[in-house]
Antibody
């Protein structure tokens, strides 16, 4: 059974870059028709989709964050990563990685990481 | 972007009662693109329903989804103690993917 696990710093200073990695275990990231997503949850904005990357490396980003986000993929390590630059206090949230299974005609976020609490503070 | 509005914000019910949760989209969406998730404190969301009405693997049949166009419903036929949680709808119809604000089902 595939599992996802987020890792990275739990505290980031304002104006710096938030960097998280999601490690996929139990199967290869390329074993099916998947996209690999980042989603965050804050008290103020609820659940917010940040963006995704396909196994071929194509990315889609939320326009509200697009200027600050980069999602990348390393299939050799079975990992994908999130970089969010120029962070502000409002970027404080629980960050989740999630598998999007393209089960045509359906899509589902069927596997989630446990979440990583990230606080932006000086 | 497509805005999903969930109602009510909080539902206070007793075990054994029926719960009906609503999700309204700001525009029509393909029902194949609507999902529901359950979230308990300290946990990630869990997929319950996809394609508006299809239960995910392992989800008991007391959970059911329905709807089309811009109005969707999640029903819990008989609340069990483990069903008290927050429920979110979410759409895959149009990027950016969006979530509703959630409905909290609490013990009365």
């Amino acid at each position: 059974q595939m599992q996802l696990q987020e890792s990275g710093p739990g505290l980031v200073k304002p104006s710096q870059t938030l960097s998280l990695t999601c490690t996929v275990s139990g199967d290869s990231m390329s074993s099916g028709s998947y996209h690999w997503n980042w989603i965050r949850q804050s008290a103020g904005k609820g659940l917010e989709w940040i963006g995704r990357i396909s196994t071929s490396g194509r990315t889609d980003y939320n326009p509200s964050l697009k200027s600050r986000v980069i999602i990348s993929l390393d299939t050799s390590k079975n990992q994908f990563s999130l970089d969010l630059s120029s962070v502000i206090v409002a970027d404080t949230a629980v960050y989740y990685c999630a598998r999007e299974w393209n089960l045509l005609p359906f899509d589902v976020f069927d596997i989630w990481g446990q979440g990583k609490v990230v606080t932006v503070s000086s | 972007e497509i805005v999903l509005t969930q109602s009510p914000g909080t539902l206070s019910l007793s075990p054994g009662e029926r719960a009906t949760l609503s999700c309204r989209a700001s525009q029509r969406i393909d029902s194949d693109s609507l999902a529901w998730y359950q979230q308990k404190p300290g946990q990630a969301p869990r997929l319950l329903i996809y394609g508006a009405s299809k239960r995910a693997t392992g989800i008991p049949d007391r959970f059911s989804g329905s709807g089309s166009g811009a109005v969707f419903t999640l029903a819990l036929s008989r609340l069990e103690p483990e069903d008290f949680a927050v429920y979110y709808c979410q759409q895959f119809d149009t990027l950016p993917f969006t979530f509703g604000g959630g409905t909290k089902v609490e013990i009365k």
